[in-house]
C-alpha cells in the first residue's frame, strides 16, 4: 500500500491498518483488555501505536493514535503495575492527548522504578516545562545529559531552560556542548549568540551571527531583525 494511502487508513482505524496483527483479531479491541488470554498482545500493540506517534505523522495522527493506545496500555498496568514500559507508553499516550499532568505523573512513576531511562527522563522534563515547572525540569534534563552525555537536543534543551531562567553562563556551557556535538543547530546557534550578548562578549557574538548568516543567506533578513532586537535588549538590561 502506498504510504500516503497507509497513513489515512492509519488515522482512521489504527485497529485495522496495523495488518500485522493476526487477521480477525486486530478488529476486536475487546480481546486486549485484562481477563482476555490474549491481554499481553493488548499491551504490545499499544507500545505499538505509540512508537509509531513518535514518528514523524501529523499530530492528529497522533492524537488518534493515542486515543486507540491509552486505554490498552491502561488496562495492561491494571494487570502489570510494574510494567515500565508500558507506563511510559501510558504517559506519552496522555502527554500527546494534552492531559500534561497526568503525563507527568505517569512518567514520575516510570522514573520511580527505572531512574535512568533516558526516554522517560527527556518526555518528563518536555512536559515539565510546558506545565511551567522550570526548576524540576532543569533537574530533569541534566539527569538525561548525566545519562546520555552525547545528546545535542537534551543539551540545548537545558540550556534553553536555563536562559529562560537568566542563568547564563551556565545556558552557554551547555549550548557550547549541543553544537560541539552538531554544529549545525541553528536554535543553538542563536542562543549561544543570545548568551554572548546578555555576558556582555558583543564581539564574539557579531563574529558567531556573521557565520550564521553565512550558513543561511535565504534567512539574513529575519536574522538581523533578531539580531537587532537581541542587542537593544541585552544593551537596555546592562543600563
Not at 117 to 133: H, N, P, W
Request: aromatic share 8%; net charge negative.
Amino acid at each position: 500500500m502506498p504510504s500516503g494511502r497507509w497513513l489515512t487508513e492509519l488515522e482512521r482505524s489504527p485497529e485495522s491498518a496495523l495488518v500485522s496483527f493476526p487477521e480477525g483479531q486486530s478488529h476486536d479491541p475487546s480481546i486486549w483488555h485484562s481477563g482476555h488470554p490474549n491481554r499481553e498482545m493488548g499491551r504490545d500493540f499499544g507500545l505499538a501505536l505509540m512508537d509509531l506517534a513518535g514518528l514523524k505523522v501529523p499530530q492528529s495522527l497522533r492524537r488518534r493514535l493515542a486515543e486507540y493506545a491509552l486505554p490498552l496500555l491502561t488496562s495492561s498496568l491494571e494487570s502489570w503495575p510494574d510494567d515500565v514500559a508500558a507506563r511510559q507508553g501510558k504517559g506519552y499516550a496522555l502527554w500527546l492527548l494534552d492531559r500534561k499532568p497526568e503525563a507527568l505523573a505517569a512518567f514520575e512513576q516510570t522514573l520511580a522504578a527505572a531512574p535512568r531511562r533516558e526516554e522517560a527522563l527527556v518526555y518528563a522534563a518536555a512536559v515539565a516545562a510546558q506545565l511551567g515547572q522550570t526548576d524540576s525540569a532543569i533537574k530533569l534534563w541534566r539527569r538525561a545529559v548525566d545519562v546520555n552525555p552525547w545528546s545535542p537536543r537534551s543539551h540545548y534543551e537545558l540550556a534553553k531552560l536555563l536562559a529562560h531562567d537568566h542563568r547564563w553562563p551556565e545556558a552557554l556551557a551547555q549550548v557550547e556542548k549541543a553544537l560541539d556535538l552538531d554544529p549545525f543547530q541553528l536554535e543553538a546557534q542563536l542562543l549561544r549568540i543570545e548568551c554572548h550578548l546578555e555576558l556582555g562578549h558583543t564581539e564574539q557574538a557579531g563574529k558567531e551571527f556573521d557565520d550564521v548568516v553565512w550558513m543561511a543567506p535565504e534567512k539574513a533578513r529575519d536574522l538581523n531583525r533578531w539580531f537587532d532586537e537581541r542587542k537593544a535588549r541585552a544593551r537596555i538590561k546592562d543600563r
